[in-house]
């Protein structure tokens, strides 16, 4: 069994590998990284690092994309 | 001929910028951009449906490459939360170009201008090309100006409303006042609406609603393109005087007995 760890994404709790990089959170979600941005605990995490940044337990992680609208 | 349309340095080619929400479905919605001309379109910023993976995203209906994205701060009630989403807009890795909203009223969704200033300094600091929407009144368009803002974008009348222009005299006085340009932004319901705000001599309009939400967006689209286009040309044609009386237009010489 891999060890797990609830962080909070997009406002849901979520059970992701322990030490999981960003870029791995968003493999596991199917996100390709070119189309989204992410915010990792208020702070806004460039693509090139989200290989180097990994969530611990309680984190908050914000994905978000251009949508419709005025 | 006109001079070119410059926001924060970067030419358009058309002077009508068009909102990329509510439309029906994706196919109709590009279509309706397209038959308005528009190179601007404004997009908002949301979270990824993690149930639905990225099926919401807008980029893989509209090629980036042919429309500037401009991003909008809608849904704002804070100037705090404005900034945070101008910054993760800018992350995209478009342009540094946003079009900030901070709302003050759930009903009217008017501008809370105290917050709007706030966002608008620290964002121009942080080096954002900021496009105020903001009501029409001059002083907070003058303020929105000295705090380094690259336009101006005094509503029309509510977002979403399609009230049309209600307060004419103001937004003219607001152009007549400020430098950067003023793009009028919210309440066009149809296309005499755009032609007469345009024919105040604004320099721009932002519109959504009027054409998502025409029971043919794609021929709305081309009616605002054309409204837009016309109500500029009469602005700079210049219009007759307004008289109370009439006055001929056939000679009243030689006429029979």
Redesign the interface.
Known sequence: MVETVEIVVNGSPRQVAAGATLLELLSALSLDPRGVVVEHNRRIVRRPALGDVRVSSGDAVELVQFVGGG | MDTPFVVGGRTFRSRLMI?????ADNET?VRAIEATGADVV???????D?DR??E????RHLDPKRFF?L??T?GCYTADEAV?YA???R??GFNDFVKLEVIGDQETLLPDVAGLLEAARTLVAEGFKVLAYTNEDLITALRLEEIGCAAVMPLASP??SGLGLLNPVSVRTIKRRLKVPVIVD?GVGTASDACVTMEQGVDGI????AVAAARDPVLMGHAMRLAVESGRAAYLAGRMPRREVAVPSSPTEGMLD
């Open positions: 909102g990329t929400g509510k439309y919605m404004t997009v908002a910023v949301r979270r990824v993690l993976t990225a919401g995203g807008i980029l994205l991003a909008n809608a945070r910054r993760l807009a992350e995209a977002i979403g919210a932002l519109m959504n609603t």
